[in-house]
C-alpha cells in the first residue's frame, strides 16, 4: 500500500490461504471531520438541506457507489469552487488543500475498490494483438488487423476481458480478415518454392542527371535566343510606345514582360523556340533561360563514380522532372512468366559506400515503403567506403501481391533529409554556403544497386491450420478442379476448427454447419478451394477460437486443467497459442509439476515470440501511445528527425527485450551505467565508438545523464508536445510509472489561470502559481517539483542549461521583446520526501524508490498476466510476487516465474 | 457482407430530386392518406468545447432580444432559428477528455460495481427503437474518418445501445454513400439465397457458442452474451434486409463523394449524406461524431496541437485563436447544414427543416469543465422554442433536454438517463 493513500485495510482471510479474497475498506481520514463540521454541516444537515444536499450524516468508510457519489459531489464542488458560496467564509487554504488530497486520492481508492473483481476472471476473448499473432501460428501469415478496435487505451492493459467487447460490427470483420488471411496462406503456400530476384543498377537514376543537364543546357540556350529576340523586338524605335505601357503595366519586371510578348509587333513566339506550355508559353522559356539548378546537377555529374551508380542528393527539382534524393524501387507487378510476384518473405539488399566529402554524422540511410508518404521502417549505417563498398540486407515480409502501388514502392534515402518540406529547405539554406557554386549539397552516399530477392520457404514446417488440411486438398481457388470426396473436406474442417480451437473438439453439428456452407458455395459455382476458405472462415469466426474460455460449472475458485494452464502461460509470454511441445505436457499432465512449469516458462521466455510480452507490456506500462501524439518540431529540433525518433522509440523496447533476455534487475530501468542503443541513437547522445544498426549495450561514464528510463529521449519527448517540455506531464508520469503513486486524474471544472496569459515568465514562476490555489495545489505540489527536476532534457531529450520563454500573437509568431532566457534550476524536493539539488539526485531519489517502482511493475505483469485489474484483494498476491522478485534483485524473469508459480495463476 | 459481388449502382443526379417522392413515400402511401411528413432527430457532437469567452450569448440577456456572440456570428442569417440552451449539464460525468461518450446517455461511468467502464443507452437509440421501424436504417451513425477520437472519450460513435454497448459508425462518407444509395442488382432469389446463407452462417457459429456456453459459469456466460447479442443484431439487420428486397435503394440526391477528404469538407460531406439520407427516408435517427479536434484543426490550416488549444485559457495567445477559428469553422458548417435543411423541399411542400430535431454540442463546456455544456438546438420537428438565448437552471440535466426532444418527435419514453421530467423552458 503506497503510504499516502489515506486508506485502511482490513483483510479477512479466509481458510484457504491459498484463495484468500480479501475485504478491504477505503476510509476518508477522520481528521477532516472538523472541516466538514465547521464550514459545511451548518447549511447541510437534517433539518436544513440546503440544495438537498446533507452532509451530517455521511459516512467516512467509502464502501458503495451511493457513498462514493455523495463524496464525488464535494470533491466537484470544492474544485469548481461553487463551495463554500460567495457569502460564506472561505474554507482555510492548507486545510482545504490538505482536505482536497486526502479526498481525490480517496475517490481514486474507492473507485478501485468498487471495480474490485475479487480475483474473478473473466472470460474473454483474444484482444487484437492476439488475434494477429494467433493467426500467425495458425496460417504462417501476417494479416492487417487496423480495422479491429485496438483493446489499449482503455487505463487497463490489453488483457483486461471486462473491457474486451463485441459487436455485430466486429463479428463481420472477424469473417473478413479471416477470409484475407487464407486467401494470404493459401497464396503462400502455393508459391512456397518461388525464387525471384530483381536487380536495379542506379547509374540509371545518374544517367538522368545527365539527360537533365543536356535538356536544361539546350533548353537555356534556346531561352536565351527567344530573349534575345524578343528584346530586339522591343528595342525597334517604333515598339516604344507600347513597351513603355507594358513595361509600365508589369512595373518593369523582365520576366513579367516577356509574357506579354504577344503584344510586341515583331517578337517572336516561345513555340518556335520549342517552348509550350498551357498558360504562356513564355513561362516555361524564362523557367529554362533561368536553369537554377543546373550547376549544382553539373556537380554531380563531376562526381567520379556516377557511371556505375548514383549519389544520394538532396532534392532541387520537382521529383517528377528529376529524383536523385531518393533511390525509388518497385516491388514488380509482373514476373516474365506474367504472374505478378507473390507475398512472403523478402530481402532488400544494397551496396553502398560513404564518399567522404559528408561530416561525420552523415553516414545514415532510411529505407522506406511509400516515398511520398510513408515513415522510413529502418535505418542504416554505411561504414563502406568507395574503395571497399558494403552490402546491407534489409528482411522485409510482403504480405500480399494484391498490395497497392504506395506499398510495392521501396525507397532508399539519406536520413533526415526528406521529412518534411520545411526540414529539406532548411538543410538546402544551410549548406549552401559550403558549396563553391552557391548552392545544393555535398554527396556523403553513394550507392551501387539495389535488390528485391524472394526467398522461397518450401522447407519451412507448414503452418499446423494448413497441415490440418487433407494433402490431397488443392489450395488454388483459380484451379478448376472436380470437388474432392467429402470425406476429405469433412475430416479437414474438423482438424482445422481442433487446431483453431486449440485442442477442443468441435461438435458434428458445427462441422455439418461448415459442410453445408462448403456445399452451397460449390452450388454457386464457386471452385473448390473458394468454398473451403469460405467455410474455414467461418472456423475463425467461432467463439471457440475468438474467446479464450475456462469453463467450468464450479462456483467457487479451482484449479485450472493442464490444457487451460498452459493456454494462459503461452498468451501470457507469447500472446500466441501454446505449441506443440507446451501441448504435449498439458496433455500428459506434466505441465502440473512446478520444474517442468518452471522450466517451461524459461523456454518460453527464450524463445524469439516473447518479445510480445516485452514489447507490448512496455508500451502500454508506460503509456508509449503518447510517442505519436505529437509531431517533432523539426526546425526548433533539427536533430531529432524521424528517424532518430523511431531510434528513440526503439531504445525503450529493446532496454524491455534486454531485461527480458538477459535476466536484469528492473532497477536498471531507473538508473544503470548502461544504455542500449545503436549506431543512429550513438550518433544522437553523442556516444562515440558505437557503429551497427543492432542495438546493443554500451558503457556510459559517470557523469553522464543517460541510463534509465529518464535519460532516454523518447520519455523526454512523451513529457512535452514536441516542442516545449510539460514539466506537469513529465511528473505526472514518473509518479504514475516509476513511484507507483499516481496523482488522481486531472479535475474536471476547475477554474483555470487566465491572469498569467501574455506575461514573461520562466517555467517555475508559471507552474508556481498552481500551488496558489488550494484545489491545483492539492495534485501539483507532488507533481511539479519532479517535472522541474527533468527540466534540463528538453523537448526531445537533448540535455541544456538554459530554457527560454517567448510570448506568441495569435498567428503563433514570437512577439518582439516578450522574451526571456534563464538558468534551469532542477533542485527541489519530494512532497514530504528528500530533497535533491539537480537531475542526478533526483534519478538517485527516484532510484532508492525501487521497491516501489518493482510493485508497479509486479502489479502491471498481475493484470496483464491474469487479464483483469488488481484490487485491494489481491495486496497479497502482489506483496508475495514483489518479495520472491526481492530475493533475486528485483530480476525481471523471476517477476514472471513467481506469477506463473502463483496459485493465482493456475486458478480459475 | 462482401461475400458477394455487388453490383454497384451509384447515380450521378446533380439536380435535387422532388425531395421524399422517392422510395419513402411511394412505399408508405397507401399506409396513410395525406402522409405528414415524418419526425427526425438529429445529434451532432464535436468532442472538445467551445472557447468560454466567446461562443455563449450572456446569461443576463435571455430570451430572443439577445446579441450573438462572435463565435456564433456566422448563424446569424438563421438567428430566429435556433436556440442556445444554457445551464445544462450530466452530473455523473467526470471526464475532462470525453465529450462524446456520456453525452446522450447522461450515465455514471461507475455505475456497476466490478467494472471500471459503465454507459447506458443514448437518446438516439431510444429514438431508433420507434422511429426506425419502416426504414432501411434504424439508424445511422457517422464518424469521424481519422479515427482518432481527440475530445470525444471512448466509444464507436455518439451511439450506445441499450446494453450500454458501443455503436459502430460509417466513417467514411464515401462508404456511407454507398450503403444508402447503391442498389444491389443481383437476381431477387440470388439476393434471398444469400441472405439464407449469410443464416446459415449465423447457425454454424451459433452452434459453437452453445457448445462453448454449456461449461460456462455465470460471470462468463455473461461475456457470451456479447456475442450472442452481436449474432441476433446481425440477424435483426438481416431481416430487416429480407424486408427490403426487391425495394431498390434510392437514386442518390448527391454526387457520390470524393474519398480521402478530412476535416471541415469532410463535416461538409457527412452533412450532405445526412440530408440526402432523410430526404429519400433512409432513416430518421442520425448522429454524427464530428472531427472536432487535431483533424478538423490541420484542414484549416493551424498549428496548434488540439489538446494545448483546449486549454487555451493558461497561455492564449494563438491557443486562444486557434480555439476560436475553430468555433467559427463550427458556426459556419452547421449554418450551411441549415440553409440546406431550409433548401430541401417535404412531399407536402414543408421544408425539411421543420420536420427535423437537431441538438449540435458536446459534453465539455471547455478545458476540462463539464458544465454548462454547449448546446444548441434547431429545426421545428420537436417543437422546440426557437430564436431564444434560454437560461435554465444552473446543472439542470442534459437528459431533460433530451426527453423533452424525443417527446418532441414522437418518441414514448418515461425517462431518459438521469432526467428528472421534460424541460418547459425549451417548449415552443
Known amino acids: 500500500m503506497n503510504r499516502h493513500l489515506p486508506v485502511i485495510l482490513l483483510l479477512f482471510f479466509l481458510i484457504n490461504p491459498c484463495l484468500r479474497a480479501g475485504t478491504s475498506l477505503v476510509t476518508m481520514p477522520a481528521k477532516h471531520k472538523a472541516l466538514l463540521e465547521s464550514h459545511c454541516t451548518q447549511c447541510h444537515n437534517a433539518d436544513k438541506q440546503k440544495g438537498r444536499v446533507r452532509l451530517d450524516d455521511l459516512s467516512f468508510t467509502i464502501d458503495d457507489v451511493v457513498t462514493a457519489e455523495r463524496w464525488q459531489k464535494i470533491l466537484d464542488a470544492l474544485n469548481s469552487g461553487e463551495m463554500p458560496p460567495d457569502d460564506e467564509e472561505p474554507l482555510p487554504n492548507e486545510a482545504k488543500t490538505n482536505f482536497l488530497d486526502d479526498l481525490a486520492h480517496s475517490m481514486v481508492a474507492a473507485r478501485k475498490l468498487l471495480a474490485d473483481q475479487k480475483g474473478a476472471i473473466t472470460m474473454r476473448r483474444l484482444n487484437r494483438r492476439e488475434y494477429k499473432n494467433t493467426l500467425r501460428e495458425l496460417l504462417g501469415v501476417e494479416v492487417m488487423v487496423t480495422d479491429l478496435p485496438s483493446d489499449s487505451g482503455s487505463g487497463n492493459f490489453d488483457t483486461v476481458g471486462s473491457n474486451l467487447f463485441m459487436s455485430a460490427n466486429q463479428f463481420e470483420q472477424y469473417l473478413s480478415i479471416g477470409r484475407e488471411a487464407l486467401d494470404t496462406a493459401f497464396a503462400w503456400e502455393l508459391s512456397a518454392a518461388e525464387e525471384r530476384i530483381w536487380r536495379y543498377e542506379t547509374e540509371e537514376i545518374s544517367k538522368k542527371v545527365a539527360e537533365h543537364v543536356e535538356w536544361q543546357t539546350d533548353a537555356k540556350a534556346r531561352a536565351e535566343k527567344w530573349i534575345k529576340a524578343v528584346e530586339k523586338a522591343a528595342a525597334r524605335p517604333e515598339n516604344a510606345e507600347i513597351v513603355a505601357k507594358l513595361r509600365k503595366e508589369v512595373n518593369n519586371n523582365e520576366n513579367n514582360f516577356r509574357r506579354l510578348w504577344e503584344q510586341i509587333p515583331g517578337a517572336p513566339a516561345p513555340a518556335s523556340f520549342g517552348f509550350k506550355s498551357i498558360e504562356n508559353d513564355a513561362d516555361k522559356a524564362n523557367a529554362a533561360s533561368r536553369a537554377y539548378w543546373l550547376p549544382y546537377h553539373q556537380y554531380y555529374l563531376e562526381q567520379p563514380a556516377t557511371d556505375t551508380g548514383m549519389y544520394l542528393a538532396i532534392p532541387a527539382e520537382h521529383p517528377s ?74 528482411p522485409f515480409t510482403f504480405p500480399s501481391k494484391k498490395a497497392e502501388r504506395a506499398d510495392r514502392s521501396l525507397y532508399l534515402r539519406e536520413k533526415g533529409t526528406q521529412d518534411h518540406y520545411l526540414q529539406t529547405r532548411r538543410i538546402k539554406n544551410e549548406s549552401k554556403d559550403e558549396m563553391e557554386i552557391g548552392m545544393g549539397r555535398t554527396f556523403a552516399l553513394w550507392i551501387d544497386w539495389v535488390e528485391i530477392e524472394r526467398v522461397p520457404h518450401e522447407d519451412r514446417p507448414k503452418p499446423p491450420g494448413l497441415a490440418a488440411l487433407d494433402s490431397t ?132 521466455l527464450n524463445d524469439p515470440r516473447s518479445r510480445d510480452l516485452s514489447d ?280 514472471v516465474h513467481a506469477i506463473v508459480q502463483n496459485p493465482a495463476f493456475q486458478t480459475k | 457482407m462482401k461475400t458477394r459481388r455487388h453490383i454497384l449502382k451509384s447515380s450521378t ?141 471512448p466509444g464507436l460513435s455518439l451511439a450506445w445501445d441499450r446494453n450500454g454497448k458501443p455503436v459502430a459508425a460509417f466513417n467514411d462518407p464515401v462508404k456511407a454513400y454507398h450503403r444508402l444509395f447503391s442498389s444491389d442488382e443481383t437476381p431477387i432469389d440470388v439476393q434471398k439465397a444469400r441472405l439464407a446463407e449469410e443464416r446459415s452462417v449465423l447457425d454454424t457459429v451459433l452452434e459453437n457458442a452453445k457448445s462453448l456456453q454449456r461449461g460456462l459459469g455465470k460471470d462468463d456466460n455473461e461475456k457470451l452474451n456479447e456475442y450472442f447479442q452481436s449474432i441476433r443484431d446481425i440477424e435483426t439487420r438481416l431481416s430487416k434486409e429480407e424486408k427490403w428486397i426487391g425495394v431498390s435503394r434510392p437514386d442518390a440526391p448527391i454526387d457520390e463523394p470524393r474519398s480521402g477528404l478530412q476535416g471541415k469538407e469532410e463535416i461538409r460531406l457527412m452533412y450532405d449524406i445526412l440530408i440526402a439520407a432523410f430526404q429519400t427516408d433512409s432513416t430518421r435517427v442520425i448522429t454524427y461524431r464530428q472531427p472536432g479536434g487535431q483533424t478538423l484543426l490541420d484542414s484549416i490550416g493551424i498549428n496548434v496541437h488540439e489538446h494545448d488549444m483546449s486549454h487555451y485559457i493558461t497561455t492564449k495567445g494563438e491557443k486562444l485563436a486557434a480555439s476560436q477559428k475553430r468555433d467559427l469553422t463550427q458556426s459556419e458548417l452547421l449554418a450551411g447544414l441549415i440553409d440546406k435543411l431550409k433548401a430541401t423541399k417535404e412531399a407536402d411542400g414543408s421544408r425539411l427543416f421543420d420536420n427535423v430535431a437537431l441538438a449540435y454540442g458536446s459534453n465539455i463546456r471547455t478545458g476540462h469543465h463539464l458544465t454548462n455544456c454547449p448546446t444548441i438546438l434547431t429545426g421545428g420537428g420537436a417543437g422546440v422554442k426557437l430564436g431564444e438565448n434560454i437560461v435554465v437552471p444552473h446543472n439542470t440535466p442534459l437528459c431533460n433536454a433530451w426527453l423533452t426532444m424525443l417527446h418532441g418527435v414522437g418518441v414514448e419514453a418515461e425517462r431518459h438517463g438521469d432526467s428528472t421530467g421534460v424541460l418547459k423552458q425549451i417548449i415552443a
Open chain 1, 473 to 604: 486438398l488443392v489450395l488454388d481457388d483459380k484451379a478448376k478442379v472436380p470437388a474432392p470426396p467429402i470425406e476429405a473436406v469433412r475430416s479437414s474442417l474438423t482438424h482445422f476448427a481442433k487446431e483453431a480451437f486449440r485442442g477442443k473438439e468441435p461438435t458434428p453439428k458445427f462441422i455439418d454447419g461448415l459442410i453445408n456452407k462448403y456445399q452451397t458455395r460449390i452450388k454457386a459455382g464457386d471452385h473448390h478451394a473458394a468454398a473451403l476458405k469460405e467455410s474455414l472462415a467461418i472456423v475463425l469466426s467461432s467463439p471457440m477460437f475468438l474467446y479464450l474460455a475456462e469453463p467450468s460449472l464450479e462456483t467457487k475458485p479451482h484449479p485450472l486443467s493442464t490444457t487451460e494452464l498452459a493456454v494462459r502461460l503461452s498468451y501470457f509470454i507469447w500472446g500466441s497459442p501454446p505449441d506443440m511441445e507446451l501441448r504435449k505436457l498439458a496433455e500428459s499432465g506434466e505441465l502440473k509439476k512446478p520444474e517442468v512449469l518452471a522450466a517451461q516458462t524459461t523456454r518460453l
Open chain 1, 616 to 895: 507490448s507490456f512496455a508500451y502500454q506500462y508506460l503509456g508509449l501511445d503518447r510517442l505519436d501524439f505529437f509531431q517533432v518540431n523539426l526546425e526548433k529540433h533539427p536533430r531529432f528527425d524521424n528517424s532518430t525518433k523511431l531510434a528513440a522509440r526503439n531504445e525503450i523496447y529493446e532496454t524491455m527485450a534486454w531485461l527480458f533476455r538477459d535476466n536484469e534487475s528492473v532497477r536498471h530501468l531507473l538508473k544503470s551505467d548502461y544504455v542500449i542503443i545503436n549506431g543512429a541513437l550513438a550518433e544522437y547522445y553523442r556516444i562515440r565508438g558505437v557503429v551497427g544498426d543492432q542495438f546493443r549495450r554500451v558503457k556510459v561514464p559517470a557523469d553522464s545523464p543517460r541510463g534509465g528510463l529518464l535519460g532516454m529521449a523518447a520519455v523526454s519527448l512523451m513529457g512535452g508536445n514536441g516542442e516545449e517540455t510539460s514539466p506537469v506531464e513529465r511528473g505526472a508520469w514518473v509518479l504514475r510509472k516509476l513511484l507507483n503513486d499516481p496523482p488522481p486524474p486531472a479535475p474536471a471544472n476547475i477554474p483555470q489561470i487566465a491572469r498569467l496569459s501574455g506575461q514573461v515568465l520562466t517555467t517555475e514562476e508559471r507552474l508556481t502559481a498552481h500551488q496558489e490555489e488550494a484545489q491545483c495545489a492539492s495534485c501539483h505540489r507532488r507533481i511539479d517539483p519532479i517535472g522541474m527536476g527533468l527540466e534540463n532534457f528538453d523537448a526531445v531529450g537533448a540535455w541544456r542549461t538554459e530554457d527560454t520563454y517567448i510570448v506568441k500573437d495569435d498567428n503563433g509568431k514570437p512577439v518582439k521583446g516578450k522574451e526571456k532566457t534563464w538558468q534551469i534550476d532542477p533542485s527541489g524536493q519530494l512532497y514530504k520526501g528528500p530533497k535533491f539539488e539537480n537531475y542526478f539526485e533526483l534519478r538517485d531519489v527516484i532510484d532508492q524508490k525501487v521497491d516501489d517502482f518493482a510493485k508497479g511493475i509486479a502489479e502491471g505483469l498481475i493484470e496483464y498476466a491474469l487479464g483483469r485489474p488488481v484490487g485491494f484483494s489481491d495486496e497479497d498476491l502482489v506483496a508475495s510476487i514483489v518479495s520472491e522478485a526481492k530475493e533475486e534483485d528485483f530480476s525481471m524473469r523471476k517477476f
Open chain 2, 13 to 153: 443526379a446533380m439536380i435535387a430530386l422532388p425531395a421524399l417522392e422517392s422510395l419513402g413515400f411511394r412505399r408508405f402511401a397507401s399506409a396513410a392518406a395525406a402522409a405528414a411528413p415524418p419526425k427526425r432527430l438529429v445529434f451532432l457532437g464535436f468532442g472538445w468545447g467551445v472557447t468560454d469567452e466567446t461562443w455563449f450569448p450572456d446569461i443576463k440577456t435571455p430570451g430572443p432580444d439577445y446579441e450573438l456572440p462572435v463565435g456564433l456570428k456566422p448563424l446569424g442569417r438563421h438567428k430566429k432559428d435556433f436556440s442556445v440552451v444554457q445551464g445544462l449539464w450530466n452530473k455523473y460525468s467526470v471526464e475532462g477528455h470525453a465529450g462524446s461518450t456520456w453525452w446522450l446517455s447522461g450515465a455514471n461511468k461507475f455505475a456497476q460495481p466490478g467494472q471500471t467502464m459503465h454507459n447506458s443507452i443514448s437518446a438516439d437509440q431510444v429514438a431508433a427503437e420507434q422511429l426506425g421501424v419502416n426504414t432501411r436504417f434504424s439508424s445511422i451513425q457517422l464518424d469521424d474518418s481519422s479515427g482518432k477520437s481527440g475530445g470525444h472519450g
Open chain 1, 321 to 394: 522532372v528529376l529524383d536523385n534524393g531518393t533511390v525509388s524501387f518497385l516491388l514488380p507487378w509482373s514476373h516474365p512468366a506474367g504472374v505478378s510476384w507473390p507475398g512472403g518473405n523478402y530481402i532488400v539488399r544494397f551496396r553502398a559506400a560513404l564518399t567522404g566529402d559528408g561530416t561525420p554524422d552523415r553516414r545514415f540511410i532510411e529505407f522506406g515503403v511509400n516515398p511520398r508518404g510513408g515513415q522510413a521502417l529502418s535505418v542504416h549505417e554505411v561504414t563502406g567506403t568507395m574503395d571497399a563498398p558494403q552490402i546491407i540486407e534489409i
